[in-house]
Nanobody, 122 residues
């Protein structure tokens, strides 16, 4: 079984920074694209950033220039560095792995973490 566990959320003042982590657990052989999404109360889940297994990145327009996604393939972990935070960044942030292959050759698609709350006060 493969799980994603996020950490690093919390309460921060506008203009501050937070770093989110998402670690994949299990006997993992490979993970392809990973991503961060967020969902604010009453709103649809939106894509924040993606990163391929090779390190290519893409960002949502609202976070470009402020957020940075990175990954450590040896640790099966993806990070989201969030700078210059705004109150509108307040949301539950979810980690996603597009496809995970275990050491036994079992493939899991569309895995989500449980989410971590980020609250930015004005």
């Amino acid at each position: 079984q493969v799980q994603l566990v996020e950490s690093g959320g919390g309460l921060v003042q506008a203009g501050g920074s937070l770093r989110l982590s998402c670690a994949a657990s299990g006997s993992i052989s490979s993970i392809n694209a990973m991503a961060w999404y967020r969902q604010a109360p009453g709103k649809q889940r939106e894509l924040v950033a993606t990163i391929s297994s090779g390190g290519s990145t893409n960002y949502g327009d609202s976070v470009k220039g402020r957020f940075t996604i990175s990954r450590d393939n040896a640790k099966n972990t993806v990070y989201l560095q969030m700078n210059s935070l705004k109150p509108e960044d307040t949301a539950v942030y979810y980690c996603n792995a597009n496809r995970v292959v275990t050491t036994r050759g079992v493939s899991y698609s569309g895995i989500w973490g449980q989410g971590t709350q980020v609250t930015v006060s004005s």
